[in-house]
C-alpha cells in the first residue's frame, strides 16, 4: 500500500518561492509517474506538474510554467515542486499523487494514490 505525505507548505508573499516534498512510501515509486495538484476554495482539484518515472519527462500547466519545477529522487522515494514567483492565485492546498502508469498523465483519476495535502498561503 502506497502512503505519500506532503510537505513544505506555508504562509509567503508574492514574489516568493517555496519548496513542496512529497515521501512516498512502497515498492511502486520509481516505477510510477508522479503528479502535483491542487485545489483552491470552491473550485475543483487541477492539475500543477506531472514527472515520468524516470524524471525524463515533465508536464505543466499553462498557469505554472516558467514559475514550477517538478523533480523526483527515486533513491529517496520522494518527488518536489519548486515554486517560484508565487502569486496570490496559486493558494490553495497541494497534493502529491502516485500515477497507475509510468508516463504523464494529467487527469485525477490517473492517479492511485494521494497525500493528504499540505496548505500553502500566499499574500498580497
Known amino acids: 500500500q502506497v502512503q505519500l505525505v506532503e510537505s513544505g507548505g506555508g504562509l509567503v508573499q508574492a514574489g516568493g518561492s517555496l519548496r513542496l516534498s512529497c515521501a512516498a512510501s512502497?515498492?511502486?515509486?520509481?516505477?510510477?509517474?508522479m503528479g502535483w495538484f491542487r485545489q483552491a476554495p470552491g473550485k475543483e482539484r487541477e492539475f500543477v506538474a506531472g514527472?515520468?518515472?524516470?524524471?525524463?519527462?515533465?508536464y505543466y500547466a499553462d498557469s505554472v510554467k516558467g514559475r514550477f519545477t517538478i523533480a523526483r529522487d527515486n533513491a529517496k522515494n520522494t518527488v518536489f515542486l519548486q515554486m517560484n514567483s508565487l502569486k496570490p492565485e496559486d493558494t490553495a492546498v497541494y497534493y502529491c499523487?502516485?500515477?497507475?502508469?509510468?508516463?504523464?498523465?494529467?487527469?485525477?483519476?490517473?492517479?492511485?494514490?494521494w497525500g493528504q495535502g499540505t496548505q500553502v498561503t500566499v499574500s498580497s
Open positions: 514527472i515520468s518515472w524516470s524524471g525524463g519527462s515533465t
Open positions: 512502497g515498492r511502486t515509486f520509481s516505477s510510477s509517474a
Open positions: 499523487a502516485q500515477g497507475y502508469y509510468s508516463h504523464i498523465y494529467s487527469r485525477p483519476g490517473d492517479f492511485g494514490s
